[in-house]
């Protein structure tokens, strides 16, 4: 792992620091967020109507409240996500829901 471009980054909702490695939730770019907090971009697919302007924050548990805010980990450069498209877990389970609703 090269240390330059492997990179600690402030949560976006405490300020403490991100490192890599540690697992991270994805917000909605309207909440209220720390100066210095990373955006996730949308991928410039059409049809990932789930995949809007997100910002990074930690999952401390005096933080993050929800565990369906979880979507990856940081890898000093950029998300690794979890689950596709940049979804968070709840936005994954509702989808899963939404598919297999014939199902149930
Ligand atoms: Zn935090």
């Known amino acids: 792992m090269n240390g330059e471009d492997h990179k600690a980054i402030p949560c976006g909702l405490c300020g403490r620091p ?14 209220p967020r720390q100066a210095g907090a990373r955006v996730i971009w949308p991928s ?11 910002f990074v924050a930690c999952i401390r548990g005096d933080c993050c409240k929800r ?3 979880y979507a990856g980990h940081w890898d000093g ?3 690794v996500p979890s689950y596709e ?10 989808h899963r829901l939404f598919l297999n609703r014939c199902a149930g």
């Open 67 to 69: 565990g369906n805010d």
């Open 18 to 31: 991100i490192q890599p490695g540690d697992a991270i939730a994805l917000y909605p770019i309207t909440r």
């Open 77 to 79: 450069q950029s998300l």
């Open 85 to 94: 498209n940049g979804k968070t877990h709840g936005e994954a389970i509702a």
């Open 44 to 54: 410039g697919e059409p049809s990932l109507e789930l995949w809007r302007m997100k």
